[in-house]
């Protein structure tokens, strides 16, 4: 089982690192998406951005389960 201690800190790393990954793709999906309607934006948006998050969780939680493992 997890401690608190190590819940707090797979909890602040999922955070921080969902903070960096939405600003660098945003950066990088904004100049792409200009030619589109502002619906089908947002649609694609909130698309790569919810595949994103769950494929960051996913991992971040293996990472924390494989070493807890050990």
Not at 10 to 28: D, F, K, P, S, T
Request: glycine share 4%; with cysteine; proline share 1%.
């Amino acid at each position: 089982m997890q401690s608190k201690k190590d819940t707090h800190k797979e909890v602040l790393l999922n955070n921080i690192l969902g903070v960096l990954i939405g600003l660098i793709a945003m950066r990088i999906m904004l100049p792409y998406l200009e030619k589109f309607s502002f619906e089908t934006r947002s649609f694609i948006i909130v698309a790569v951005m919810f595949c994103l998050s769950y494929t960051r969780g996913y991992v971040i939680r293996r990472f924390f389960n494989k070493r807890l493992m050990r």
